[in-house]
Protein backbone atom coordinates (compact mmCIF):
# COMPACT_ATOMS: atom_id res chain seq x y z
CA UNK A 1 0.00 0.00 0.00
CA UNK A 2 1.31 3.34 -1.06
CA UNK A 3 2.29 6.03 2.17
CA UNK A 4 -0.51 8.54 2.56
CA UNK A 5 0.49 11.50 4.24
CA UNK A 6 -1.44 12.16 7.46
CA UNK A 7 -3.81 15.53 5.65
CA UNK A 8 -4.93 12.32 3.25
CA UNK A 9 -6.25 10.29 6.21
CA UNK A 10 -9.53 9.98 7.85
CA UNK A 11 -10.13 7.88 11.25
CA UNK A 12 -13.87 7.49 12.37
CA UNK A 13 -15.59 5.08 14.50
CA UNK A 14 -18.94 3.92 13.85
CA UNK A 15 -21.10 4.89 17.34
CA UNK A 16 -24.68 4.24 18.42
CA UNK A 17 -27.31 2.39 20.41
CA UNK A 18 -27.31 -1.86 19.72
CA UNK A 19 -29.35 -2.30 16.09
CA UNK A 20 -28.82 0.38 14.63
CA UNK A 21 -27.63 -0.30 11.68
CA UNK A 22 -23.75 0.40 12.27
CA UNK A 23 -22.60 -2.88 11.33
CA UNK A 24 -24.16 -2.45 7.85
CA UNK A 25 -23.40 0.84 7.52
CA UNK A 26 -19.72 -0.14 7.68
CA UNK A 27 -20.15 -2.76 5.23
CA UNK A 28 -22.27 -0.73 2.89
CA UNK A 29 -18.91 1.96 3.09
CA UNK A 30 -16.36 -1.22 1.93
CA UNK A 31 -19.21 -1.79 -0.78
CA UNK A 32 -19.98 1.82 -2.31
CA UNK A 33 -16.12 2.30 -2.16
CA UNK A 34 -14.87 -0.43 -3.94
CA UNK A 35 -13.07 -2.20 -1.49
CA UNK A 36 -14.50 -5.07 -1.50
CA UNK A 37 -16.44 -7.18 -4.13
CA UNK A 38 -19.42 -8.04 -2.30
CA UNK A 39 -22.14 -6.27 0.27
CA UNK A 40 -21.84 -7.89 3.67
CA UNK A 41 -24.55 -8.65 5.78
CA UNK A 42 -24.55 -9.50 9.47
CA UNK A 43 -27.98 -11.12 9.25
CA UNK A 44 -26.26 -13.29 6.75
CA UNK A 45 -23.40 -14.04 7.99
CA UNK A 46 -21.22 -12.07 5.54
CA UNK A 47 -19.95 -8.95 7.39
CA UNK A 48 -16.88 -7.86 7.20
CA UNK A 49 -16.53 -6.54 10.17
CA UNK A 50 -18.56 -9.19 12.79
CA UNK A 51 -16.80 -11.91 12.05
CA UNK A 52 -16.30 -14.00 15.10
CA UNK A 53 -18.47 -16.62 15.45
CA UNK A 54 -20.43 -15.18 18.38
CA UNK A 55 -21.34 -12.17 16.60
CA UNK A 56 -22.78 -14.06 13.47
CA UNK A 57 -24.80 -16.04 15.92
CA UNK A 58 -26.19 -13.36 17.64
CA UNK A 59 -26.24 -11.35 14.78
CA UNK A 60 -24.92 -8.06 16.39
CA UNK A 61 -21.49 -6.48 17.51
CA UNK A 62 -19.49 -7.76 20.73
CA UNK A 63 -16.26 -6.50 19.48
CA UNK A 64 -14.96 -3.38 17.68
CA UNK A 65 -13.52 -4.69 13.89
CA UNK A 66 -11.15 -2.19 11.42
CA UNK A 67 -11.69 -2.07 7.57
CA UNK A 68 -10.36 0.61 5.03
CA UNK A 69 -11.05 2.30 2.08
CA UNK A 70 -10.04 5.19 -0.55
CA UNK A 71 -12.60 7.79 -1.02
CA UNK A 72 -11.21 10.92 -2.93
CA UNK A 73 -7.83 10.00 -2.84
CA UNK A 74 -8.03 9.65 0.84
CA UNK A 75 -7.23 6.64 3.17
CA UNK A 76 -10.50 5.91 5.42
CA UNK A 77 -10.10 3.71 8.39
CA UNK A 78 -13.30 2.65 9.94
CA UNK A 79 -13.80 1.20 13.22
CA UNK A 80 -17.25 -0.76 13.63
CA UNK A 81 -18.09 -0.46 17.55
CA UNK A 82 -20.64 -2.55 19.47
CA UNK A 83 -23.57 -0.73 20.46
CA UNK A 84 -24.26 -3.04 23.69
CA UNK A 85 -23.83 -1.65 27.20
CA UNK A 86 -22.09 -4.99 27.97
CA UNK A 87 -19.74 -4.57 24.91
CA UNK A 88 -18.96 -0.57 25.72
CA UNK A 89 -15.40 -1.19 26.29
CA UNK A 90 -14.27 -1.36 22.60
CA UNK A 91 -16.23 1.95 21.73
CA UNK A 92 -14.69 3.36 24.47
CA UNK A 93 -11.32 2.26 23.51
CA UNK A 94 -11.93 3.28 19.62
CA UNK A 95 -12.02 7.47 20.48
CA UNK A 96 -9.00 7.47 21.94
CA UNK A 97 -7.50 6.62 18.38
CA UNK A 98 -9.72 8.27 15.89
CA UNK A 99 -10.27 12.00 14.57
CA UNK A 100 -14.27 11.95 14.76
CA UNK A 101 -17.11 10.06 15.08
CA UNK A 102 -20.44 9.16 13.04
CA UNK A 103 -23.42 8.64 15.04
CA UNK A 104 -25.64 5.69 13.37
CA UNK A 105 -29.19 6.46 14.45
CA UNK A 106 -32.31 4.40 13.57
CA UNK A 107 -35.25 6.61 11.88
CA UNK A 108 -37.71 4.63 13.53
CA UNK A 109 -37.05 4.26 16.85
CA UNK A 110 -34.22 7.58 17.42
CA UNK A 111 -32.30 8.24 19.99
CA UNK A 112 -31.75 5.35 22.58
CA UNK A 113 -29.89 5.54 25.74
CA UNK A 114 -26.82 4.31 24.35
CA UNK A 115 -27.12 6.76 21.55
CA UNK A 116 -26.89 9.49 25.04
CA UNK A 117 -23.97 7.60 26.42
CA UNK A 118 -21.83 7.13 23.58
CA UNK A 119 -21.83 10.89 22.00
CA UNK A 120 -21.43 11.88 25.23
CA UNK A 121 -18.03 10.44 25.81
CA UNK A 122 -17.32 11.12 22.14
CA UNK A 123 -18.05 14.78 23.38
CA UNK A 124 -15.66 14.47 26.31
CA UNK A 125 -12.80 13.12 23.91
CA UNK A 126 -13.60 16.82 21.82
CA UNK A 127 -13.98 14.46 18.69
CA UNK A 128 -16.29 16.57 16.16
CA UNK A 129 -19.17 14.03 14.85
CA UNK A 130 -21.82 13.54 11.96
CA UNK A 131 -25.32 11.54 12.60
CA UNK A 132 -26.27 9.11 10.09
CA UNK A 133 -29.79 8.49 10.12
CA UNK A 134 -29.91 4.97 9.05
CA UNK A 135 -32.93 2.64 7.69
CA UNK A 136 -35.27 5.55 5.89
CA UNK A 137 -36.38 2.31 3.92
CA UNK A 138 -38.55 0.93 7.08
CA UNK A 139 -42.01 1.70 7.88
CA UNK A 140 -42.99 4.50 10.19
CA UNK A 141 -39.80 6.49 9.71
CA UNK A 142 -40.25 10.16 11.58
CA UNK A 143 -37.27 12.01 9.80
CA UNK A 144 -38.57 15.56 11.87
CA UNK A 145 -38.86 13.74 15.50
CA UNK A 146 -35.68 12.54 15.22
CA UNK A 147 -33.75 15.94 14.62
CA UNK A 148 -35.91 17.19 17.22
CA UNK A 149 -34.69 14.36 19.53
CA UNK A 150 -31.02 15.21 18.45
CA UNK A 151 -31.75 18.65 19.75
CA UNK A 152 -33.58 18.27 22.78
CA UNK A 153 -31.56 15.14 23.62
CA UNK A 154 -27.80 15.26 22.45
CA UNK A 155 -28.33 19.18 22.72
CA UNK A 156 -27.05 19.85 19.14
CA UNK A 157 -27.50 21.81 16.77
CA UNK A 158 -28.82 19.47 13.52
CA UNK A 159 -27.89 20.87 9.69
CA UNK A 160 -29.27 18.82 7.63
CA UNK A 161 -27.03 18.13 4.27
CA UNK A 162 -29.38 16.09 2.95
CA UNK A 163 -33.57 14.96 3.67
CA UNK A 164 -35.65 11.75 2.33
CA UNK A 165 -37.77 11.64 -0.61
CA UNK A 166 -40.64 9.07 0.14
CA UNK A 167 -43.21 8.16 -2.32
CA UNK A 168 -46.63 7.17 -1.07
CA UNK A 169 -45.06 6.27 2.13
CA UNK A 170 -42.45 4.42 0.73
CA UNK A 171 -38.72 5.27 0.39
CA UNK A 172 -37.81 6.56 -3.13
CA UNK A 173 -34.46 8.26 -2.62
CA UNK A 174 -32.42 11.40 -1.27
CA UNK A 175 -32.49 15.29 -2.21
CA UNK A 176 -29.76 17.19 -1.72
CA UNK A 177 -30.44 20.36 0.54
CA UNK A 178 -26.95 22.35 -1.04
CA UNK A 179 -27.53 21.55 -4.16
CA UNK A 180 -31.43 21.29 -4.42
CA UNK A 181 -30.84 17.79 -6.35
CA UNK A 182 -32.60 14.27 -5.99
CA UNK A 183 -31.08 11.39 -6.29
CA UNK A 184 -31.98 7.75 -6.25
CA UNK A 185 -29.30 4.75 -6.03
CA UNK A 186 -27.88 1.91 -8.44
CA UNK A 187 -27.07 -1.29 -6.81
CA UNK A 188 -23.64 -0.41 -5.92
CA UNK A 189 -25.25 2.80 -4.14
CA UNK A 190 -23.89 5.22 -6.46
CA UNK A 191 -25.71 7.80 -6.99
CA UNK A 192 -28.27 8.70 -9.45
CA UNK A 193 -29.40 12.52 -10.18
CA UNK A 194 -33.13 12.59 -10.85
CA UNK A 195 -35.39 15.59 -11.48
CA UNK A 196 -36.86 17.30 -8.38
CA UNK A 197 -39.89 16.28 -7.51
CA UNK A 198 -42.17 19.87 -7.42
CA UNK A 199 -43.99 18.88 -4.05
CA UNK A 200 -40.35 18.84 -2.27
CA UNK A 201 -39.54 22.12 -3.63
CA UNK A 202 -40.97 24.31 -0.82
CA UNK A 203 -39.50 21.72 2.21
CA UNK A 204 -36.07 21.55 0.45
CA UNK A 205 -35.91 25.85 -0.60
CA UNK A 206 -37.04 26.09 3.51
CA UNK A 207 -34.18 23.64 4.79
CA UNK A 208 -31.39 25.17 2.25
CA UNK A 209 -32.32 28.67 3.82
CA UNK A 210 -31.60 27.28 7.59
CA UNK A 211 -28.53 25.21 6.21
CA UNK A 212 -26.65 29.15 4.76
CA UNK A 213 -27.65 30.52 8.11
CA UNK A 214 -25.40 27.70 9.71
CA UNK A 215 -23.14 28.17 7.39
CA UNK A 216 -22.43 31.92 7.81
CA UNK A 217 -22.49 31.62 11.03
CA UNK A 218 -19.36 29.39 10.98
CA UNK A 219 -17.64 31.63 8.99
CA UNK A 220 -17.32 35.78 9.66
CA UNK A 221 -16.43 36.30 5.94
CA UNK A 222 -19.09 34.41 4.77
CA UNK A 223 -21.43 35.90 7.87
CA UNK A 224 -20.63 39.73 6.38
CA UNK A 225 -21.83 38.78 3.21
CA UNK A 226 -25.31 37.31 4.11
CA UNK A 227 -26.12 39.86 6.14
CA UNK A 228 -25.46 42.23 3.00
CA UNK A 229 -28.02 40.13 1.24
CA UNK A 230 -25.69 38.28 -0.62
CA UNK A 231 -25.70 34.51 -1.81
CA UNK A 232 -23.68 32.18 -0.98
CA UNK A 233 -22.31 29.77 -3.55
CA UNK A 234 -22.59 26.05 -2.86
CA UNK A 235 -18.97 25.92 -2.43
CA UNK A 236 -19.08 28.83 0.05
CA UNK A 237 -21.92 26.91 1.89
CA UNK A 238 -19.51 23.69 2.40
CA UNK A 239 -16.72 25.96 3.39
CA UNK A 240 -18.88 27.82 6.13
CA UNK A 241 -20.75 23.85 7.65
CA UNK A 242 -16.76 22.42 7.65
CA UNK A 243 -15.52 25.63 9.90
CA UNK A 244 -19.38 25.31 12.01
CA UNK A 245 -18.70 21.62 12.52
CA UNK A 246 -14.87 21.60 13.01
CA UNK A 247 -15.54 24.74 15.98
CA UNK A 248 -18.35 22.25 17.27
CA UNK A 249 -21.26 24.50 16.68
CA UNK A 250 -22.79 22.80 14.12
CA UNK A 251 -23.90 18.66 13.48
CA UNK A 252 -24.11 17.58 9.68
CA UNK A 253 -26.52 15.19 9.15
CA UNK A 254 -26.87 12.71 6.83
CA UNK A 255 -29.50 10.05 6.10
CA UNK A 256 -29.90 6.47 4.14
CA UNK A 257 -30.28 3.19 4.47
CA UNK A 258 -27.26 1.22 4.37
CA UNK A 259 -28.57 -2.20 3.58
CA UNK A 260 -29.77 -0.61 0.02
CA UNK A 261 -26.18 1.74 0.01
CA UNK A 262 -28.91 4.41 -0.33
CA UNK A 263 -26.70 7.55 1.06
CA UNK A 264 -23.63 5.72 2.23
CA UNK A 265 -21.54 7.86 -1.02
CA UNK A 266 -23.03 10.87 0.27
CA UNK A 267 -21.86 10.13 3.47
CA UNK A 268 -18.45 9.02 2.86
CA UNK A 269 -18.21 12.99 1.25
CA UNK A 270 -19.33 14.10 4.60
CA UNK A 271 -16.54 12.07 6.01
CA UNK A 272 -14.14 13.85 4.20
CA UNK A 273 -15.27 17.54 4.31
CA UNK A 274 -16.27 17.34 7.95
CA UNK A 275 -13.97 15.46 9.88
CA UNK A 276 -10.40 16.62 10.47
CA UNK A 277 -7.21 14.66 9.47
CA UNK A 278 -4.95 14.03 11.79
CA UNK A 279 -3.07 16.75 10.99
CA UNK A 280 -6.14 18.95 11.64
CA UNK A 281 -6.65 17.92 14.66
CA UNK A 282 -5.02 19.83 18.31
CA UNK A 283 -2.04 18.34 19.64
CA UNK A 284 -1.86 15.94 21.94
CA UNK A 285 -0.13 15.42 25.21
CA UNK A 286 2.31 12.81 26.36
CA UNK A 287 4.55 11.84 29.11
CA UNK A 288 8.37 10.67 28.42
CA UNK A 289 9.01 7.73 29.88
CA UNK A 290 10.76 7.46 32.88
CA UNK A 291 10.82 10.99 33.89
CA UNK A 292 7.12 11.76 33.42
CA UNK A 293 8.12 15.27 31.40
CA UNK A 294 4.98 16.48 29.13
CA UNK A 295 5.64 16.71 26.01
CA UNK A 296 3.01 18.00 22.70
CA UNK A 297 3.04 15.11 19.61
CA UNK A 298 1.86 16.33 16.55
CA UNK A 299 1.00 14.07 13.57
CA UNK A 300 4.00 14.73 11.69
CA UNK A 301 6.11 11.97 10.13
CA UNK A 302 9.14 13.76 10.76
CA UNK A 303 8.68 13.71 14.71
CA UNK A 304 10.10 10.82 17.04
CA UNK A 305 7.68 7.72 16.40
CA UNK A 306 4.68 7.39 18.92
CA UNK A 307 1.77 5.10 18.84
CA UNK A 308 -0.49 3.69 21.55
CA UNK A 309 -2.30 -0.13 21.22
CA UNK A 310 -5.64 0.27 21.62
CA UNK A 311 -6.55 -3.34 20.69
CA UNK A 312 -5.30 -6.86 21.54
CA UNK A 313 -7.10 -10.13 19.82
CA UNK A 314 -5.56 -13.44 19.32
CA UNK A 315 -6.07 -14.99 15.27
CA UNK A 316 -5.53 -18.84 15.50
CA UNK A 317 -3.41 -18.52 12.43
CA UNK A 318 -1.79 -15.41 12.79
CA UNK A 319 -1.12 -15.28 16.62
CA UNK A 320 -1.70 -12.36 19.13
CA UNK A 321 -2.34 -9.40 16.87
CA UNK A 322 -1.96 -5.52 18.99
CA UNK A 323 -4.02 -2.75 16.70
CA UNK A 324 -2.50 0.55 17.10
CA UNK A 325 -2.79 4.19 16.11
CA UNK A 326 0.51 6.33 15.02
CA UNK A 327 0.11 9.85 16.46
CA UNK A 328 4.23 10.96 15.52
CA UNK A 329 6.27 9.82 13.39
CA UNK A 330 6.68 6.61 11.32
CA UNK A 331 7.58 2.96 12.07
CA UNK A 332 9.09 -0.39 10.11
CA UNK A 333 8.33 -3.81 9.62
CA UNK A 334 11.08 -5.62 11.25
CA UNK A 335 12.53 -2.56 13.57
CA UNK A 336 12.47 -2.20 17.18
CA UNK A 337 10.31 0.47 19.53
CA UNK A 338 10.33 1.38 22.78
CA UNK A 339 7.66 -0.22 25.33
CA UNK A 340 6.67 2.66 27.46
CA UNK A 341 4.75 0.32 29.89
CA UNK A 342 7.51 -2.51 30.30
CA UNK A 343 10.50 0.32 30.01
CA UNK A 344 12.22 -1.95 27.32
CA UNK A 345 12.66 -2.35 23.16
CA UNK A 346 10.79 -4.24 21.61
CA UNK A 347 11.06 -6.04 18.06
CA UNK A 348 8.44 -5.03 15.81
CA UNK A 349 7.44 -7.73 13.21
CA UNK A 350 5.38 -7.14 10.39
CA UNK A 351 2.70 -4.49 9.85
CA UNK A 352 -0.58 -5.33 9.04
CA UNK A 353 -3.54 -3.35 7.73
CA UNK A 354 -6.78 -4.49 8.63
CA UNK A 355 -9.70 -5.48 6.71
CA UNK A 356 -12.12 -7.21 9.37
CA UNK A 357 -10.52 -10.49 9.99
CA UNK A 358 -8.43 -10.19 6.75
CA UNK A 359 -4.99 -8.75 7.05
CA UNK A 360 -2.80 -7.38 4.73
CA UNK A 361 1.09 -7.03 5.01
CA UNK A 362 2.49 -3.18 4.90
CA UNK A 363 6.09 -2.18 4.59
CA UNK A 364 5.91 0.77 7.47
CA UNK A 365 2.71 3.03 9.15
CA UNK A 366 2.88 6.52 9.44
CA UNK A 367 1.71 9.44 11.42
CA UNK A 368 -2.23 9.17 11.64
CA UNK A 369 -2.23 5.53 10.64
CA UNK A 370 -4.40 3.02 12.06
CA UNK A 371 -2.36 -0.37 11.78
CA UNK A 372 -2.02 -3.74 13.15
CA UNK A 373 1.29 -5.34 14.47
CA UNK A 374 1.76 -9.68 14.37
Known amino acids: M ?3 EPN ?3 NIALIGHGGAGKTA ?25 DYEEDERQRQHSINLAVGHCIWRNTLVTIIDTPGGPDFVGDAYASLRVVDGVVLVVDATTGVEVQTERLWAKAREYGLPGIVFINKL ?9 VLNQLRERLKVAPVPLYAPWDEGGNFKGIV ?3 TE ?24 AQRKEGLVEAAAEGNDELLEKYIEGEQLTDDEIRQGIMDAVRAGVATPIVCGAATLSAGIAFLLDAIIDYIPSPAEREPI ?18 EPFAALVFKTVTDPYVGRINYFRVFSGMVHSDSQVLNANEQRRERIGQLLILQGKNVEPIG ?5 QIAAVA
Do not use: C, H, N
Open 25 to 49: VADAILWVAGAVDRLGSADKGTSVF
Open 364 to 368: LASAG
Open 285 to 302: EARIPGDGETVTVTADTQ
Open 2 to 4: ELY
Open 137 to 145: DSDQVDYEQ
Open 8 to 10: ALR
Open 176 to 178: SVV
Open 181 to 204: KAFTFDERGQPQEQELPAELSGMI
